[in-house]
């Protein structure tokens, strides 16, 4: 008989747990969502979205609304949209309890902006993706340039380098290694604004100060692009604070272990 009491009190007491479950689920279910607290984090003084900005695509997408229930909220949608905004490198979305949600997102840092010949421009990020440009902000980064078909949303510099066929008629990955460098090297990120590939396949430096041209040449490989940049600034900090910057025209860095200059025509 004690078995059976035991029995009906223990399928009293689940019961009664999941009634309340229920309940409380119910309940939480019908609570009208806080707009969600959302952690951005930054690179650079003007990262390319905000957490206002990121809060008003998500209205404008259906995602979150003013009064949303809790019930009416789709996590996984959410966290969907975000990774697919290019500027996003990595994206978690999280639900509190209560009414309370969080967004943490990253974003992707830019190291160069390619302008190619079909008037379309965007970035390459540290990874050698490419992102796009937004109308509200702009990364003060170095620009490349003239002669370049790659197209925007093309494949990723990974896959050029690792891909024969597609290594040879590709720049992205050259401008990629010369734009990384800039970019992570104190000397040159003050002095280098742009990378122009000519005609015959020469990629071409210019600099922030003075106006000569710096012809860089190929940049098949990181090796290679090293070398150069370690001329160039055994140059810049040895042979330039005795000649004025204002002496060359041309500084060539095609050839191994030298220098080529051309000196500006001296007026008559």
Wanted: net charge negative; aromatic share 10%.
């Amino acid at each position: 008989m004690n078995k059976w009491i035991k029995i009906v009190l223990w399928s009293v007491f689940g019961i009664g747990v999941v009634a309340l479950l229920t309940i409380v689920r119910t309940i939480q279910n019908e609570r009208i969502l806080e707009e969600p607290e959302i952690i951005v984090e930054k690179i650079g003084e003007d990262p390319f979205l905000t957490d206002v900005e990121l809060l008003q695509k998500l209205k404008v997408e259906g995602l979150f609304s003013d009064g949303m229930r809790r019930e009416q909220l789709d996590l996984e949608a959410v966290e969907t949209y975000i990774a697919a905004i290019s500027q996003v490198k990595t994206v978690k979305v999280y639900s509190e309890i209560g009414n309370k949600w969080q967004i943490k997102i990253k974003l992707r840092r830019p190291v160069v902006r390619v302008f190619n010949k079909y008037g379309e421009t965007f970035y390459l990020d540290e990874e050698g993706e490419t992102m796009g440009t937004t109308p509200t902000h702009t990364a003060r980064i170095i620009v490349a340039s003239g002669e370049i078909f790659d197209r925007k949303g093309s494949e990723s510099v990974t896959n050029i380098i690792n891909n024969d066929s597609l290594i040879s008629i590709r720049k992205l990955d050259d401008i990629y290694r010369i734009s990384s460098y800039v970019c992570y090297d104190p000397l040159f990120r003050s002095l280098i604004g742009q990378i122009y590939l000519d005609k015959g396949g020469n990629f071409v430096l210019v600099p922030l100060i003075g106006d000569q041209k710096i012809v860089f040449g190929s940049a098949n490989s990181d090796k290679e692009v090293k070398a150069k940049f370690e001329k160039l600034r055994i140059f810049y900090e040895e042979g330039m604070p005795y000649v004025g910057w204002d002496t060359y025209s041309e500084i060539n860095l095609k050839y191994d272990e030298q220098i080529v200059c051309k000196t500006k025509p001296t007026a008559d």
